[in-house]
């Protein structure tokens, strides 16, 4: 059985951080792109940042570019996500999940679709 966890969430202030690990099971990661997408109560899941096979391609999303970091350790089978400066519109339920491609896709790699082996997910809050 392949799957994801997430783990690393849970409350933290404004302009605090956390550290975020999707560590998969079942299959090695190192043949894979990884994306962490995020979703808040009523609102549509989106791509937060994502991370080639090799850790030598990364995008974010602009509403987290110079705060958040993704990285990968193919030896743990494991790819994070360090969230700095957080605020309180960064709550949400945080989920990795695989491409499968070495590369994420160009333009479409916020957009939860063609993705496979979602994570059951972490959920971040940010409130003081």
């Known amino acids: 059985q392949t799957q994801f966890v997430e783990s690393g969430g849970g409350l933290a202030q404004p302009g605090g951080s956390l550290r975020l690990a999707c560590t998969a099971s079942?299959?090695?990661?190192?043949?894979?792109?990884i994306t962490w997408f995020r979703q808040a109560p009523g609102k549509e899941r989106e791509g937060v940042s994502c991370?080639?096979?090799?850790?030598?391609?990364?995008n974010s999303a602009d509403s987290v570019k110079g705060r958040f970091t993704i990285s990968r350790d193919n030896a743990e089978n494991t790819v994070y996500l360090h969230m700095n400066s957080l605020k309180p519109e960064d709550t949400a339920v945080y989920y990795c999940?695989?491409?499968?491609?070495?590369?994420?896709?160009?333009?479409?790699?916020?957009?939860?679709?063609?993705?496979?082996?979602w994570g059951q997910g972490t959920q971040v809050t940010v409130s003081s």
């Open positions: 079942g299959f090695t990661l190192n043949n894979y792109a």
């Open positions: 991370i080639n096979w090799n850790g030598g391609l990364t």
């Open positions: 999940a695989r491409y499968p491609s070495f590369d994420p896709p160009v333009l479409e790699w916020g957009t939860p679709v063609g993705y496979e082996d």
